[in-house]
């Protein structure tokens, strides 16, 4: 209400001062600005989904102390490292912070307004100097306050959703990135032992031809095989050296030295079990976007209540001095309100219910998407799964069987050179196509764990803790 430094008369001040200090705790409420406990909450779900802690607590690595940059990486480490290094994660861990001050100030009642009056007479003779003050407080944001402080506080754990989001796709960016690094190690180990594999043969042919068995054409068709499986093997590396540099890019040293490998042993993971009826639970159990998108919708809708209790704009009361060139002072009581006759804010009403409507319809669009992405990434993995198994046990196998018959009539000479390259063509490209559906199926399971949200095991019960996760 009132706080000012001119002489009130007893009687008015006592008991304005109870209502004044009421209206400062109000005014000033119990919110913190510490955005703590909501990094916590973030970095809480991220750990749970993916098994690393972010150490969002510290700051990022100025320098590799972490890993050493030429020991195999492992895919643990790529991902604590990611987490806590990437730039673009840590600049929207820091919107948490900013949508934390916005809650605060939803909180808050506007400060009071203070007007002073000084008139000098144009006549001195007939007239003197009037000094006035006056304070008028706002108490519009009284009735404001709640759906304001709904409205920023479901903006806050949107906020906390959209990070933990976020660095749930940069975990499976890291996870399929490490996955390809490994199956490129072993596509260019593959394309060595097939280069091996053909000179052995070029080898023999040059003996045959020397021996009077075969042609200069024979050794010019198996020395094209090898220039061909070459030019093969150098894409790979370069590949390879591509997905590399983007790893160091993650991880947060773009500039350090690319000359390392990964280690392969996480490769192997566990057959898929999961049907799709448990995968559609999952998506809608688990999904931070679709949680995200329900905070939205309910911050649009907090601020259609507050639009609604709006039509009433401004409601001022407070405390107006004034003093005479005479000495005479006054005191009285001061009102002001806005009158709605021109804007009776049904404009704004219609816009924000509007805007809550189309919240909720984006809601449930991002739900509905949500299940038809983890079906279809099901769908991908079993899919990949079947067709793996059955080329290894099939195509694959029969490849390698007819090389070695290749090879013993070529020596008995119950066939012609053109078989046997024919056959080690088959083997070569069926090893390679083998690494290739193995790579695929491993990330079609890192999909499949990035579009139910992040884990693809039911969660387990909360334990007692002062951690909690974000509100689904």
Same mark, same amino acid.
């Given at each position: 209400?009132?706080?000012?430094?001119?002489?009130?008369?007893?009687?008015?001040?006592?008991?304005m001062a109870p209502v004044?200090?009421?209206?400062?705790?109000?005014?000033?409420?119990?919110?913190?600005?510490?955005?703590?406990?909501?990094?916590?909450?973030?970095?809480?779900?991220?750990?749970?989904?993916?098994?690393?802690?972010?150490?969002?607590?510290?700051?990022?690595?100025?320098?590799?102390?972490?890993?050493?940059?030429?020991?195999?990486?492992?895919?643990?480490?790529?991902?604590?490292?990611?987490?806590? +290094?990437?730039?673009?994660?840590?600049?929207?861990?820091?919107?948490?912070?900013?949508?934390?001050?916005?809650?605060?100030?939803?909180?808050?009642?506007? +400060?009071?307004?203070?007007?002073?009056?000084?008139?000098?007479?144009?006549?001195?003779?007939?007239?003197?100097?009037?000094?006035?003050?006056?304070?008028?407080?706002?108490?519009?944001?009284?009735?404001?306050?709640?759906?304001?402080?709904?409205?920023?506080?479901?903006?806050?754990?949107?906020?906390?959703?959209?990070?933990?989001?976020?660095?749930?796709?940069?975990?499976?960016?890291?996870?399929?990135?490490?996955?390809?690094?490994?199956?490129?190690?072993?596509?260019?180990?593959?394309?060595?032992?097939?280069?091996?594999?053909?000179?052995?043969?070029?080898?023999?042919?040059?003996?045959?031809?020397?021996?009077?068995?075969?042609?200069? $054409?024979?050794? +010019?068709?198996?020395?094209?095989?090898?220039?061909?499986?070459?030019?093969?093997?150098?894409?790979?590396?370069?590949?390879?050296?591509?997905?590399?540099?983007?790893?160091?890019?993650?991880?947060?040293?773009?500039?350090?030295?690319?000359?390392?490998?990964?280690?392969?042993?996480?490769?192997?993971?566990?057959?898929?079990?999961?049907?799709?009826?448990?995968?559609?639970?999952?998506?809608?159990?688990?999904?931070?976007?679709?949680?995200?998108?329900?905070?939205?919708?309910?911050?649009?809708?907090?601020?259609?209540?507050?639009?609604?209790?709006?039509?009433?704009?401004?409601?001022?009361?407070?405390?107006?001095?004034?003093?005479?060139?005479?000495?005479?002072?006054?005191?009285?009581?001061?009102?002001?309100?806005?009158?709605?006759?021109?804007?009776?804010?049904?404009?704004?009403?219609?816009?924000?219910?509007?805007?809550?409507?189309?919240?909720?319809?984006?809601?449930?669009?991002?739900?509905?998407?949500?299940?038809?992405?983890?079906?279809?990434?099901?769908?991908?993995?079993?899919?990949a799964a079947r067709l793996?198994?059955q080329y290894r046990t099939?195509?694959?196998?029969?490849?390698?069987?007819?090389?070695?018959?290749?090879?013993?009539?070529?020596?008995?000479?119950?066939?012609?050179?053109?078989?046997?390259?024919?056959?080690?063509?088959?083997?070569?490209?069926?090893?390679?196509? $083998?690494?290739?559906?193995?790579?695929?199926?491993?990330?079609?399971?890192?999909?499949?764990?990035?579009?139910?949200?992040?884990?693809?095991?039911?969660?387990?019960?909360?334990?007692?803790?002062?951690?909690?996760?974000?509100? $689904?």
């Amino acid at each position: 209400m009132m706080f000012q430094r001119f002489k009130c008369p007893p009687h008015f001040t006592r008991p304005m001062a109870p209502v004044a200090l009421a209206l400062a705790v109000l005014a000033g409420g119990c919110a913190s600005l510490d955005p703590k406990a909501d990094i916590d909450r973030a970095a809480h779900t991220v750990t749970d989904r993916s098994g690393v802690a972010p150490g969002w607590d510290g700051p990022w690595e100025a320098s590799l102390t972490t890993w050493d940059g030429r020991s195999p990486l492992t895919v643990e480490l790529a991902l604590g490292m990611a987490l806590r +290094n990437n730039r673009d994660i840590r600049s929207e861990v820091e919107l948490i912070a900013a949508s934390r001050a916005d809650l605060v100030q939803a909180g808050l009642l506007p +400060n009071p307004v203070v007007g002073l009056t000084l008139r000098f007479p144009f006549d001195p003779v007939s007239g003197g100097t009037f000094v006035g003050a006056q304070l008028v407080q706002s108490f519009t944001a009284l009735w404001l306050r709640g759906g304001k402080i709904r409205a920023a506080d479901a903006r806050l754990n949107q906020t906390v959703l959209d990070v933990s989001d976020k660095a749930l796709a940069l975990v499976a960016e890291v996870k399929a990135l490490h996955t390809r690094i490994a199956f490129g190690q072993r596509a260019v180990a593959l394309a060595e032992q097939n280069l091996a594999t053909i000179q052995k043969s070029i080898n023999s042919l040059d003996a045959r031809v020397r021996g009077g068995e075969g042609t200069t $054409l024979d050794v +010019n068709r198996a020395r094209q095989q090898l220039a061909k499986a070459d030019a093969e093997r150098v894409v790979v590396m370069r590949e390879l050296a591509k997905e590399r540099r983007r790893m160091l890019e993650l991880i947060g040293f773009a500039a350090e030295n690319a000359d390392w490998a990964v280690d392969e042993g996480a490769l192997v993971s566990a057959p898929q079990t999961l049907d799709e009826a448990t995968v559609i639970a999952l998506a809608g159990s688990q999904r931070l976007d679709v949680a995200a998108s329900r905070s939205v919708a309910l911050a649009l809708s907090a601020d259609l209540s507050v639009e609604q209790r709006s039509r009433l704009r401004d409601l001022g009361l407070g405390a107006d001095f004034e003093r005479s060139e005479s000495g005479d002072k006054s005191i009285g009581p001061v009102v002001e309100l806005a009158i709605p006759i021109f804007d009776t804010n049904e404009a704004q009403i219609a816009k924000a219910g509007s805007m809550a409507r189309a919240a909720l319809a984006t809601h449930e669009a991002v739900a509905q998407r949500a299940v038809r992405e983890a079906r279809v990434a099901w769908i991908e993995l079993d899919s990949a799964a079947r067709l793996l198994e059955q080329y290894r046990t099939t195509v694959l196998a029969l490849s390698e069987h007819n090389l070695t018959l290749a090879e013993a009539a070529l020596k008995a000479g119950q066939a012609d050179v053109t078989v046997l390259l024919d056959a080690q063509r088959e083997v070569i490209e069926a090893r390679r196509t $083998l690494n290739d559906l193995e790579r695929d199926a491993r990330l079609a399971r890192v999909a499949l764990e990035e579009a139910v949200g992040g884990r693809l095991a039911a969660p387990e019960p909360a334990k007692a803790s002062g951690a909690q996760g974000p509100s $689904l």
